[in-house]
């Protein structure tokens, strides 16, 4: 082996380039890149598009307050590329809600204010029009973007006991999944922030997705024994419900009220003999599928 690759590829990991040999917007028709916590770029049907950007530095904002590790800082990590090489490529945004760690000041202001942005609700449009986006869709049911049909699902941030304390009810607030198909593609679906409850398993059995797209850091808020995310239990749940579905596993790492992390995943995963199955990305890496 040439005594200049190491050297090379070095430097192309310093300068920022995704993990993959390809890049998210110029691989395969079906590519997901993890950016960072629940970041992702999904290439799909010849379209990119940027999911819950969050984009500031390292340590931008103060922990969230009442949550597990509050005193440390967000985020925890840096981007592993630079904002500009994130949004190159992008055809339109995606943002499950709006919380800080999906939608944060440093993604308002880098993201072309022209660029279609899609949202659950109209309180979420009204918002981001508020701060400038010119094209703001509030994503249904049955939607299409240049061929590619986008279809919202439900989701629940947190459990029953938690939405029944009003005040932490609308901390919570309102969250969505959705779904990417097209003819001849796999099936790919993005649960966002929820916890394992029916609309998750609803979508898993209505469009028996080839992909799943968990977020699996088991968020804990102080007071309550269960997260408002999903944990190492719900990614084997999943697999048990969708078996021939593949697990990319995020949103670990990055934000302070994580509990789980990448390493206690894989060796969960590992010990339920489903690792064949879970796909556990590093920032910056893309899959292909």
């Known amino acids: 082996m040439s005594k200049t690759l190491p050297i090379a590829l070095g430097l192309v990991l310093a300068m920022g380039a995704p993990l993959h040999a390809s890049s998210a917007e110029a691989g395969p028709k079906v590519s997901i890149q993890q950016i960072r916590n629940a ?4 290439t799909y049907g010849g ?5 819950d950007p969050m ?4 340590g931008a904002y103060a922990g969230f307050a009442g949550t597990y590790r509050s005193h440390l800082r967000n985020p925890l990590v840096e981007l592993p590329e630079s904002v500009e090489s994130v949004l190159r490529g992008v055809d339109a945004v995606l943002i499950s809600h709006t919380h800080l760690d999906h939608w944060d000041a440093a993604a308002q202001a ?22 400038g986006f010119k094209d703001v869709r509030i994503l249904g049911a049955n939607t299409v973007f240049n061929g590619v049909r986008i279809s919202k699902v439900g989701a629940r941030h947190g459990s029953e006991e938690m939405y029944a304390v009003p005040a932490l009810a609308e901390r919570l607030g309102a969250t969505m999944g959705f779904v990417f198909q097209t003819a001849g593609l796999k099936t790919v679906y993005v649960a966002g922030d929820t916890v394992w409850e029916a609309h998750v398993r609803t979508a898993l059995g209505a469009f028996n997705p080839d ?5 699996t850091g088991d968020a804990q808020i102080d ?3 269960t997260g408002i995310i999903m944990g190492k239990e719900d990614t084997l749940r999943v697999h048990q ?4 579905a593949t697990i990319v596993a995020v949103h670990m790492d990055a934000v302070n009220h994580m509990t789980v992390s990448r390493n206690d995943l894989q060796d969960y995963v590992i010990e339920k003999g489903i690792e064949t199955s879970v796909v556990i990305p590093q920032d910056g890496e893309v899959i292909d599928f």
Do not use: W
């Open 55 to 58: 984009l500031a530095r390292k």
């Open 39 to 42: 970041t992702i770029k999904v």
């Open 241 to 244: 419900m969708a078996p021939n």
């Open 223 to 225: 007071g309550f024994n």
């Open 211 to 215: 992909v799943v797209v968990l977020n």
């Open 47 to 51: 379209q990119v598009f940027l999911v």
């Open 110 to 131: 880098e993201i072309p204010k022209s660029l279609p942005m899609f949202v659950q609700d109209n309180a979420d449009a009204a918002l981001l029009r508020k701060q």
